[in-house]
Nanobody
Framework: HVQLVESGGGSVQAGGSLRLSCVSS????????MGWFRQAPGKANAGVAT??????STYYSSSVRGRFTVSRDNTKVFLQMRNLKPEDSAVYYC??????????????????WGRGTQVTVS
């Protein structure tokens, strides 16, 4: 039973940085998609960045491309966030997908989710 746990959220000023981590209790994982999503109050859950754990191919939403970087090691996925803006404030979730085509950032493709970590940018 795979569990995902996010950490690294917090409050920062605009222009600041945060690094989120997501650890999978299932240990080293085979090649598939892992993604970061975010949901702000009153807004839909939106894909931020995804990574194919096989070859580390990465994909980003247009709103974060150039500011956020997704990466992975054997058991964790990271989201480095730079030049944060107030509109980046949200609960950020880590999720895993059984698929290998990771360019689609739709949340419906992901079936296991962490509980989220709050990011607040002021």
């Amino acid at each position: 039973h795979v569990q995902l746990v996010e950490s690294g959220g917090g409050s920062v000023q605009a222009g600041g940085s945060l690094r989120l981590s997501c650890v999978s209790s299932g240990g080293p994982y085979a090649g598939h998609c892992m993604g970061w999503f975010r949901q702000a109050p009153g807004k839909a859950n939106a894909g931020v960045a995804t990574i194919y754990t096989g070859d580390a191919s990465t994909y980003y939403s247009s709103s974060v491309r150039g500011r956020f970087t997704v990466s992975r090691d054997n058991t964790k996925v990271f989201l480095q966030m730079r030049n944060l803006k107030p509109e980046d404030s949200a609960v950020y979730y880590c999720a895993t997908s059984p698929y290998q085509a990771c360019s689609d950032l739709s949340a419906s493709r992901y079936n296991k989710w962490g509980r989220g970590t709050q990011v607040t940018v002021s």
